[in-house]
Nanobody, 124 residues
Framework: QVQLVESGGGLVQAGGSLRLSCAVS????????MGWFRQAPGKEREFVAA????????NYANAVRGRFSIVIDNDNNMAYLQMNSLKPEDTAVYLC?????????????????WGQGTQVTVSS
Protein backbone atom coordinates (compact mmCIF):
# COMPACT_ATOMS: atom_id res chain seq x y z
CA GLN A 1 0.00 0.00 0.00
CA VAL A 2 0.89 3.65 -0.20
CA GLN A 3 1.73 6.03 2.59
CA LEU A 4 1.87 9.78 2.25
CA VAL A 5 3.36 12.00 4.93
CA GLU A 6 3.18 15.77 4.86
CA SER A 7 5.58 18.08 6.61
CA GLY A 8 6.62 21.69 6.62
CA GLY A 9 3.58 23.34 8.11
CA GLY A 10 3.80 26.00 10.74
CA LEU A 11 2.97 29.52 11.76
CA VAL A 12 3.91 32.34 9.42
CA GLN A 13 3.05 35.98 9.07
CA ALA A 14 0.94 37.27 6.22
CA GLY A 15 3.11 37.83 3.18
CA GLY A 16 5.51 35.11 4.18
CA SER A 17 6.38 31.86 2.49
CA LEU A 18 6.31 28.21 3.38
CA ARG A 19 7.14 25.01 1.56
CA LEU A 20 5.19 21.88 2.30
CA SER A 21 6.59 18.45 1.54
CA CYS A 22 4.84 15.19 0.82
CA ALA A 23 6.81 11.96 1.00
CA VAL A 24 5.32 8.99 -0.81
CA SER A 25 6.35 5.46 0.09
CA UNK A 26 5.25 1.85 0.03
CA UNK A 27 4.49 1.27 -3.61
CA UNK A 28 5.98 1.63 -7.05
CA UNK A 29 3.96 3.66 -9.49
CA UNK A 30 4.32 4.91 -13.02
CA UNK A 31 1.62 7.32 -14.11
CA UNK A 32 0.07 9.39 -11.36
CA UNK A 33 -0.89 12.83 -10.22
CA MET A 34 -0.16 14.55 -6.95
CA GLY A 35 -2.74 16.83 -5.46
CA TRP A 36 -2.74 19.30 -2.60
CA PHE A 37 -5.92 20.08 -0.74
CA ARG A 38 -6.72 22.07 2.34
CA GLN A 39 -9.43 22.05 4.93
CA ALA A 40 -10.24 24.75 7.43
CA PRO A 41 -12.49 24.18 10.46
CA GLY A 42 -16.11 23.98 9.44
CA LYS A 43 -15.34 24.02 5.75
CA GLU A 44 -15.28 21.48 2.98
CA ARG A 45 -12.05 20.08 1.72
CA GLU A 46 -10.78 22.53 -0.86
CA PHE A 47 -8.65 21.89 -3.89
CA VAL A 48 -5.36 23.76 -3.97
CA ALA A 49 -3.11 22.37 -6.69
CA ALA A 50 -2.37 19.25 -8.68
CA UNK A 51 0.21 18.08 -11.16
CA UNK A 52 0.91 14.94 -13.14
CA UNK A 53 4.05 12.84 -12.66
CA UNK A 54 5.78 14.41 -15.63
CA UNK A 55 5.32 17.89 -14.24
CA UNK A 56 3.18 19.18 -17.06
CA UNK A 57 0.04 21.31 -17.05
CA UNK A 58 -0.38 22.06 -13.38
CA ASN A 59 -3.85 22.71 -12.09
CA TYR A 60 -4.32 25.50 -9.53
CA ALA A 61 -7.25 26.82 -7.63
CA ASN A 62 -8.07 30.42 -8.40
CA ALA A 63 -7.45 31.39 -4.80
CA VAL A 64 -3.80 30.34 -4.96
CA ARG A 65 -2.86 30.82 -8.58
CA GLY A 66 0.19 33.00 -8.90
CA ARG A 67 1.15 32.47 -5.27
CA PHE A 68 1.49 28.71 -4.90
CA SER A 69 3.32 26.21 -7.04
CA ILE A 70 3.37 22.43 -7.01
CA VAL A 71 6.51 20.48 -7.78
CA ILE A 72 6.98 16.75 -8.18
CA ASP A 73 10.32 15.04 -7.68
CA ASN A 74 9.88 11.60 -9.19
CA ASP A 75 13.37 10.40 -8.35
CA ASN A 76 12.85 10.97 -4.65
CA ASN A 77 9.13 10.23 -4.43
CA MET A 78 8.39 13.70 -3.17
CA ALA A 79 5.88 16.39 -3.91
CA TYR A 80 6.12 19.97 -2.73
CA LEU A 81 3.80 22.88 -2.39
CA GLN A 82 5.63 26.19 -2.42
CA MET A 83 3.44 28.84 -0.86
CA ASN A 84 4.30 32.49 -1.27
CA SER A 85 2.52 35.70 -0.34
CA LEU A 86 0.53 33.84 2.27
CA LYS A 87 -2.73 35.27 3.49
CA PRO A 88 -4.69 34.59 6.67
CA GLU A 89 -7.35 32.88 4.59
CA ASP A 90 -4.76 30.28 3.60
CA THR A 91 -4.89 28.96 7.16
CA ALA A 92 -5.90 25.31 7.03
CA VAL A 93 -4.73 21.76 7.33
CA TYR A 94 -3.00 20.93 4.08
CA LEU A 95 -3.17 17.41 2.75
CA CYS A 96 -1.42 15.73 -0.11
CA UNK A 97 -2.96 12.97 -2.15
CA UNK A 98 -2.08 10.74 -5.04
CA UNK A 99 -4.17 9.64 -7.98
CA UNK A 100 -3.04 6.67 -10.02
CA UNK A 101 -3.69 7.29 -13.66
CA UNK A 102 -3.72 10.27 -15.95
CA UNK A 103 -5.06 13.68 -15.10
CA UNK A 104 -4.40 16.40 -12.55
CA UNK A 105 -7.88 16.42 -11.07
CA UNK A 106 -9.30 19.08 -8.83
CA UNK A 107 -11.90 16.93 -7.09
CA UNK A 108 -10.90 14.85 -4.07
CA UNK A 109 -12.80 11.73 -5.12
CA UNK A 110 -10.28 11.21 -7.89
CA UNK A 111 -7.49 10.51 -5.42
CA UNK A 112 -6.60 7.08 -4.11
CA UNK A 113 -4.44 7.76 -1.06
CA TRP A 114 -4.16 10.64 1.35
CA GLY A 115 -1.78 11.92 3.94
CA GLN A 116 -2.82 13.03 7.40
CA GLY A 117 -2.16 16.70 6.79
CA THR A 118 0.01 19.45 8.16
CA GLN A 119 -1.24 22.62 9.78
CA VAL A 120 -0.54 25.96 8.18
CA THR A 121 -1.46 29.05 10.15
CA VAL A 122 -1.03 32.53 8.71
CA SER A 123 -1.25 35.43 11.11
CA SER A 124 -2.56 38.81 10.05
Amino acid sequence: QVQLVESGGGLVQAGGSLRLSCAVSGRTFDRYAMGWFRQAPGKEREFVAARTWNGGDPNYANAVRGRFSIVIDNDNNMAYLQMNSLKPEDTAVYLCAIHYGVGAFSFPTAYDYWGQGTQVTVSS
